[in-house]
């Protein structure tokens, strides 16, 4: 006869799991376990967690897993072997040792890039298409707190990162991730399935969270258009592709450089204005931001003249009115003064 193990029991140690100030890594749905027990072939194998997060072990009911620590599940499947009467407590030794952690979906709300369900430790195909290896200590670095964040675009300049909310099986715990730009030490968090994050919004743009890290985007990649004089095309004005991609935290005059919409003779050029345009990933809405070259250049550190750049923004550069006005000039000539053009069109 078998005794199931106690539901009670079960969620007591998944709440203790969950208030230790230390994380293990908990199993998740798909995480592959190597069973080894001596003189017990018919256990012997590895197992995979299903999708109820369940251990499907012969002779037993099924053994709860998902949101435990492997060392749990070993404790409680001892238990399950020694209540069913499949072995004696004197000869009955139990190794359970995850061989493979499988991908995991969580979800990301609140400031970052692109919120929403994301997958994280996810495998490449030569990986999919290989056997477990039975090698115990795996290490999962992309099951964590920090690859979550960096999956969902990475946290906004306006995130407060000291009170990051993770929500695990209804209980809510807060997280300060702020050595991960400050170089303190920091708890990082390790996942399962079904994990909800959420990154409180503070509404005011905190210039030290606008660079590259662990849990920001590395760069972006925006639009440059110059066609001022005398380019006729972005080729002309030396715009590659590596000049479209900057660093996360560059800004708009680093744009406005790249572009070479800056330099040259002053007393024409000076004039030239830049045109920054910016669409919300999220809703669509676009804006934009006009400024004079100059005054991009010599504001360096104003958000409100010369902002961060973010990803797929556009850059268009214009000519100083000094050199429209010679334009236009130039164009009138042609038809008051009609001669050279005659002149051209004669055999």
Partial sequence: MFYPIPVLLLATIASLAWAAASFALPLSPGDRLKLSIPEGEEF???????LEGNLEIPYLPPLP?????????????TQALLQGGLFQSNFLRVSLNVVQWAPIQV?????????????????????????????TGQYPPRRYLAVALREAGGIRPTAD???????????TR???LSGVLTGEPVEDVPLIAGDRIIVPDTGQINNALVRPSQITPIGV????????????????????????????????????????????????????RALLVNTDQLTGKTSYLERRVDDVLKESSSNADNPYLMANDAVVCYDSNFVQFRDIMQSLSQFVFPIPLIRGLMP
């Fill in 44 to 50: 012997n194998g590895i197992y995979e967690v299903n």
């Fill in 65 to 77: 897993a998902a949101g435990l620590e492997p060392q749990q599940v070993q404790r409680n499947l």
């Fill in 107 to 135: 979800y990301v709300s609140g400031a970052t890039y692109v919120p929403g369900r994301v997958l994280i430790n996810e495998q490449s195909d030569a990986q999919q298409t290989q056997p477990p290896v039975p090698l």
């Fill in 161 to 171: 990162i000291t009170a990051i909310q993770l929500i695990r099986q209804g209980q």
């Fill in 174 to 176: 807060s997280f300060d």
């Fill in 221 to 272: 990649k925006i639009f440059l258009s110059n066609l001022t004089v005398p380019a006729t095309g972005n080729a002309i004005s030396g715009i590659s592709r590596d000049a479209t991609s900057f660093p996360y935290g560059s800004r708009f005059s680093q744009a406005v450089v790249a572009a070479n919409c800056a330099g040259g003779t002053r007393g024409t050029n000076a004039g030239r």
